[in-house]
């Protein structure tokens, strides 16, 4: 594979979160996958920071005629469609969730379809548990378990009993790596995947940090129920069904201890303590 | 419920199977589930036929700048929303497709939130299987048992072994009329819902139309298995999970006999036997 060749790879929506990291793990990896890649064109609505590696950034609002034109007229091969208003502030301001989610992702498929000439890259394409419904804005998640290791106290609003599903962003970044590089044919009809994922419950998520972090971090989680988090919570779904992509190869972490882990490695810089298995 | 008044019901797609019949019931009732209707209005791309009720009939494409505005300007207190086009044609006519099914409906949606004053209208929107995934073309279904009722020969290019869910139209213009009628707040946050049907096995079918029509209806089926066909229909869901639609009142065909009675009386004009319980 390392002789192989992208020519380009898009990433659009490149200035977020994932769509830095995204930008990061190439630039580490110096390529896609084992593929050189012969330019990185990196998209957003504001500048995307510049990584080690040879990119072009274009800013610009993807709805906008003309715009997703512009994106896919040098061909690349390979795009990593990332821009979207998430669901709180697309309720908020409707009509630039409708702009940002629904026309410039329909303006960028019509774009390729209409390039002819056996165009055909492939799109890598990310949505959220809210996909399953609405209401579910993001009131909790990663971050309360993120607070007490930079040393902040957590208001812990739900019980514990809650359950919920987690991937890490490094294991975010992988999925996409690799649904880049699957074989369409493996997908056969239906070209959506639940991604696999750490099902865990609140009382889990806290003994995974007393585990990894000890017992002062626990101790800045503070109870404080709130009826209506937990009324906006209970409508989340609890699990997923991730038998078909673990067969097509995509990989969670290993367990919630990993999570923290590695959010104690890639967000704040700190060496974790060898997990068990690792050490005989 | 008799004095209620519904000043006005707005049918879109009145000139499709479902509108038709969907207007016919309007017209046969007299009203909307017991309340009278001040005017109904039939909307299509194509004249809908003029029931034996008070109608206006529009003529127009509903993803033309200013229909949908047109359409909602009198502010009608229930809109069925059936114009579609199917997955067959939706794929061979792309463009058309996206139009009729995506840019009208949202225009719809976008005139009605425009309306502002508090305007919320009932509004009833109907999707089919293909819902559920691609490729679902409607290649054989209700058609295959219908000839032989006609006296026509129907070729069976299935196992009899294919199951799949069924309702009759007269069951879905009745999931209508109480989709009109329900509480909104009875359907929280997920208002999709997948109706109740029954589920027969062509096996099944056969018998039920032996039962039904008798064994002359049978001999005109003629087994002629075909592999394209039978593939598309093994990608096809089988059964369905009707729970909710069902505790909120929605009533399929008590079985696959009735659905062929149905046929036989509201299609063919043909008197069926009264069925075993109902002659008690």
Redesign the interface.
Known sequence: MGSRLVERVLVIGAAGMIGRKLTERLAKDGGLNGSKIGELVLHDVVAAPAPTFKARSIISDLSSPGEAEKLVAGRPGVIFHLAAIVSGEAEAE?EKGYRTNLDGTRALFEAI?KMGGGYKPRVVFTSSIAVF???FPEAIGDEFLNEPLAGQEAVLPVPKSVRHWFASPRAAIGFLLHAADLETAQLG??RSLTMPGVSATVGEQIEALRRVAGEAAVRRIREEPDATIMRIVE?WPRNFDATRATALGFRADASFDDIIRIHMEDELGQRTPVPRQGRA
């Open positions: 409707f379809r419904g609405a209401p009809a239906r409508g």
